[in-house]
């Protein structure tokens, strides 16, 4: 990779950033600080870097993004091994998300799955049941959005079908949707 590389790269990830649907990430910020307020949670997952997103996006909940205030209930599916573990051996690796999903969500929680190419099925599945348990479900998503975007009640897609932007524009509006429900809260 040479300085030229870099500059195209640089340019490619500032126009997926800016391509992004301002008005659904507020309108789904809206929903989900609007929920929070009243005592909902926000549950997140994905695989691999989009699974590091997911923890990451529920940090800023929990701890605070840019200004004290009370904590707010956020968790990272991925993040407890056993659970991811134990239900990938005993129902398969499709389920790790579902059944999660069934123990933890309620009607109202905002469930948001994150998927680069949109065809994670585990992530479709869990989605699916949050659906069904009458959840407020995001999926968010790579240029074409794949069956999660179909899925999910709301999609946010990154312009591009580069894995690494998709994840660094997934980052970015976890982190606007952070200072939006910090503004209301």
Known sequence: MDKEDITKYLAEGAAARTAVDT????DISSKIGKNMI??????????GGSAADSQHIA????????????????????????????????YGYDKVFERQVEAFAREGDIVIGLSTSGNSEN????????????????GMTGKNGGKLAEKAKYSIKVDSNKTSIIQEVHIAIGHIMSNIIEDMI
């Open 123 to 138: 992530v479709i599945k869990a989605i699916e049941m949050a659906n069904k348990l009458g959840c407020i479900t995001v």
């Open 59 to 90: 940090a800023e909940f929990v701890g605070k993004f840019q200004r004290e205030r009370r904590p707010l209930m956020a968790l990272a599916l991925n993040t407890n091994t056993s659970s991811v573990t134990a239900i990938g051996n005993d």
């Open 38 to 47: 009243e005592g909902k949670k926000l549950i997140l997952m994905g695989n």
């Open 23 to 26: 008005e659904m990430i507020l």
